[in-house]
């Protein structure tokens, strides 16, 4: 029997991973966090003070240290880093400013895609980022955009933030996730866009677990098909 794959993609904030791993734990599935992923090579961007911009000196960088994904027993990603498990430092301001730029970088993207599609070959999964619909799972059992309003998505990463002790006005935080969604759907290499078949829902004004059902529901009508 062929793996269940179920694709969560939309823009910052949207509640991509709250959403993915309620939907991974109702389902009994493996939550793989991409997000995750890029935020590691952001982090030790920025621990290393390398120039984010050269696509050359981040793959250069990769190679001089072990990077590691292991699933945990919460069902989150853990991000070990030279045998560093450096997961609660990964949604600090300083690697989120740098994610987006990180991930336009085609060789970057290509090796974290393999590393994504070799997970779901193996296992059944609930995967969340910006192209796993359309680029990484384009053939996933379930494919949903979860988006919500700009606003909405900006108080949520302030209370992110605020969780963590950073204070970020929402002023600032809306232009940044408006920044932010601009660059993820203007970049050249894997965009973020809705794909063709896939099932929009908007969570602005919507419970965790409204959303979680729908999503459920949308793998065991897919089941039954």
């Not at 389902?27 to 966090?33: A, F, P, S």
């Not at 980022?129 to 384009?138: F, N």
Request: charged share 30%; aromatic share 4%.
């Amino acid at each position: 029997m062929a793996p269940v794959t179920i694709a969560i993609d939309g823009p910052a904030g949207a509640g991509k991973s709250t959403v993915a791993k309620r939907v991974a734990e109702r389902l009994n599935l493996m939550y793989v966090d991409t997000g995750a992923m890029y935020r590691a090579v952001a982090y030790l961007c920025a621990k290393e003070g390398t120039n984010v911009h050269s696509e050359k000196d981040v793959e250069a960088l990769l190679e001089q240290h072990c990077v590691s994904f292991e699933q945990g027993e919460d069902r989150t990603l853990q991000v070990v880093i030279d045998g560093v498990d450096v997961t609660s430092r990964l949604r600090e301001p300083e690697v989120s400013a740098l994610v987006s730029t990180v991930a336009a970088h085609p060789r970057i993207r290509q090796l974290l895609t393999e590393w994504q599609r070799a997970f779901a070959e193996r296992h059944s999964v609930v995967m969340d980022g910006r192209d796993i619909g359309t680029v990484v799972l384009p053939h996933a059992t379930v494919k949903v955009f979860l988006t919500a309003a700009p606003e909405e998505r900006a108080r949520r990463r302030q209370e992110e933030y605020r969780r963590m002790g950073y204070h970020v006005s929402l002023e600032d935080m809306v232009k940044s996730v408006i920044e932010r969604d601009r660059k993820d759907s203007e970049r050249s290499i894997a965009p973020l866009r809705m794909a063709d078949d896939a099932v929009r829902i908007d969570s602005t004004d919507k419970s965790i677990e409204t959303v979680v059902d729908e999503i459920v529901q949308l793998v065991e009508n897919a089941h039954v098909r």
